[in-house]
């Protein structure tokens, strides 16, 4: 089932439950969203911890793309921590013209 060329859009309202990285204080979480090779970085929700909120909003162009990456990140002073990510299947929104929440 191959999904129409078009704009998918999506927004991105926050995380929870995501490990803490932090060593120090509470960490500053931010996320990368990948469809193809596009990709978009949300703010750094400062102090967001193990609960970040976004509220992202985001727009992709599609073609043949069969999921989206969103990896979290832990902004760091010398370098960024990979929290966690995961792939969200775009089935659902082909068939259904939308996706009410990923886990």
């Not at 129409?4 to 120090?24: C, E, N, S, W, Y």
């Not at 500053?28 to 978009?40: F, H, L, M, R, T």
Request: charged fraction near 30%.
């Amino acid at each position: 089932f191959k999904m129409k060329k078009g704009r998918l859009d999506l927004v991105l309202h926050g995380a929870k439950g995501i490990r803490d990285t932090g060593m120090v204080g509470t960490q500053d979480p931010y996320a990368i969203i990948k469809c193809g090779n596009d990709k978009q970085r949300t703010i750094t929700h400062n102090d967001g911890g193990t609960r970040p909120r976004w509220d992202y909003r985001a727009s992709f162009q599609v073609d043949q793309e069969n999921a989206l990456r969103v990896d979290i990140y832990n902004d760091n002073v010398m370098f960024d921590d990979l929290i966690g990510g995961c792939d969200v299947p775009l089935d659902e929104v082909r068939s259904k013209g939308v996706l009410e929440q990923a886990r």
